[in-house]
C-alpha cells in the first residue's frame, strides 16, 4: 500500500532561519511521483514541485530546495532564510505512474509558522 | 495556467437541506477530483471522476454523490446534510495523458451546516 508520512505536525521558526519539512513514503512501485504542495491561509493548494522516481538530483528553486533520497524513501523540503509569506501548510503527495483511478497519496501536511 | 473555480467560498446551510458544491477546470482535464480537509486528518478523497458520467468513490463517500455531465464541470451533492459535513471542499482536477496526477485545485469552500 502507499503511504506518505509528514511527522511533523507544526513548526514554528523565527524569520530568516532555515527549515526543513519532512516527508517519508512507502511504495512498491518502481516508477511514482512525488510533490509538495502548498496551502496558504487563503486555502487554495498551490503546486511546488514534482520529482519522478528515476531523478535523484536535489532541485533548488530560489529559497526553496528539495532532497530526494530512494535509500531512505524521503523526499525532504527546505526553505532557507524564511520569511513571513512562508507560512502555510505545507502537504507532500505520491502517486503512482498514471492509470485511469491512480490516485494521488496525501500527508496529512505540516504547519508552518515564521514568526517576525 | 490551469484554472479551476469552485462556485463558493463560503456556504452555510442547515441540517436535511441538499447541497451543490460546483467545480469548473477550464483545461481539458479528463481527471476530477472532490476532497474534504479537516483538521488532523488532511486531504480525505471523496469521490473522483476520470470521464464524463464516469465516477468512482474515494475513500469517504458515504453521505455525498457526485454529477459530471460535461468534462469540465464535476458536481458534489450533499443529499441531506448533517452537522459532520462541515468541512473545506476542494476540488481538483488533472490531465491523465500526462502519466503523472499532478493535480490543480480551486480555491476551496467552507461549508458549515447548522
Known amino acids: 500500500a502507499q503511504k506518505v508520512t509528514q511527522a511533523q505536525t507544526e513548526i514554528s521558526v523565527v524569520e530568516k532561519e532555515d527549515v526543513t519539512l519532512d516527508c517519508v513514503y512507502e511504495t512498491r512501485d518502481t516508477t511514482y511521483y512525488l510533490f509538495w504542495y502548498k496551502q496558504p491561509p487563503s486555502g487554495e493548494l498551490v503546486f511546488l514541485i514534482r520529482?519522478?522516481?528515476?531523478?535523484?538530483q536535489n532541485e533548488i528553486s530560489g529559497r526553496y530546495s528539495w532532497n530526494f533520497q530512494k535509500s531512505t524513501s524521503s523526499f525532504n523540503f527546505t526553505i532557507t532564510a524564511s520569511q513571513v509569506v512562508d507560512s502555510a501548510v505545507y502537504f507532500c503527495a505520491l502517486s503512482g505512474h498514471m492509470n485511469r483511478d491512480d490516485k494521488i497519496i496525501f500527508g496529512k501536511g505540516t504547519r508552518l509558522h515564521i514568526l517576525p | 495556467d490551469v484554472k479551476v473555480t469552485q462556485s463558493s467560498r463560503y456556504l452555510v446551510k442547515r441540517t436535511g437541506e441538499k447541497v451543490f458544491l460546483e467545480c469548473v477546470q477550464d483545461?481539458?482535464?479528463?481527471?476530477m477530483f472532490w476532497y474534504r480537509q479537516d483538521p488532523g486528518l488532511g486531504l480525505r478523497l471523496i469521490y473522483f471522476s476520470y470521464d464524463v458520467k464516469m465516477k468512482e468513490k474515494g475513500d469517504i463517500p458515504e453521505g455525498y454523490s457526485v454529477s459530471r455531465e460535461k468534462k469540465e464541470r464535476f458536481s458534489l451533492i450533499l443529499e441531506s446534510a448533517s452537522t459532520n459535513q462541515t468541512s473545506m471542499y476542494l476540488c481538483a482536477s488533472s490531465l491523465l495523458s500526462s502519466g503523472y496526477n499532478e493535480q490543480f485545485f480551486g480555491p476551496g469552500t467552507r461549508l458549515t451546516v447548522l
Open positions: 483545461m481539458d482535464h479528463e481527471n
Open positions: 520529482r519522478n522516481s528515476f531523478d535523484e
